[in-house]
């Protein structure tokens, strides 16, 4: 639903979240249950360093995981091409421009790299003009997968005015 409450169901005008190789189980099913309360895709790629099992992933997204639009892909490659003509944004703690100065669209895909590593540096360097950044202190190294997600949604969706309201 946008801003208005107007359903934007149609997946050419829906915003997504890609967890690029997630580490964390409790940071995926945050994120899973951000994905469900605001009604956005969750991609995730693999590997995952975790069973979709397992149960911290699974008490991370409470009984929310019936409204999670969840799809895992075996590569990123794979994952690019089904998604052919969508914007991909990448996330880093270090370079882009500003979240808050970064145009985002409302079909952006939001990719996030792994809690350890982050997005590759390939990724990042082959498409610099859509890498964005959460400004913070330079003596802390990185937010929290979740947290970062969060953050960067909410940024998002403001921007193109398709936050929901309550």
């Known amino acids: ?13 829906r915003m997504e979240i890609v967890l690029y190789q997630p580490e964390i189980p409790p940071n995926t099913g945050n994120v899973a249950r951000l994905s469900a309360a605001m009604g956005v895709p969750l991609h995730l790629i693999r590997p995952l360093g975790f069973s979709l099992e397992d149960r911290y992933l699974r008490r991370a997204g ?6 999670v639009d969840l799809t ?3 590569s990123f490659e794979e994952f690019l091409t089904a998604k052919q003509g ?3 944004i990448y996330t880093s703690a270090r370079m882009g421009v500003t979240l808050y100065d970064f145009r985002f669209r409302q079909t952006d895909c939001l990719v ?5 590593r982050g997005c590759p540096t390939e990724l990042l360097e082959s498409h610099p003009e859509n890498v964005a950044r959460i400004p913070m202190d330079s003596r802390v190294r990185s ?6 997600a ?3 949604l909410f940024e998002a969706l403001r921007q193109t005015r398709l936050l929901r309201k309550t």
């Open 62 to 67: 409470l009984d929310y995981w019936p409204y």
């Open 72 to 74: 895992v892909w075996d």
């Open 86 to 88: 969508i914007r991909m």
């Open 150 to 152: 969060g953050i960067v």
């Open 1 to 13: 639903m946008d801003f208005d409450g107007k359903s934007t169901d149609s997946p050419s005008s």
């Open 143 to 148: 937010l929290n997968l979740s947290t970062a």
């Open 112 to 116: 996030f790299g792994p809690e350890t």
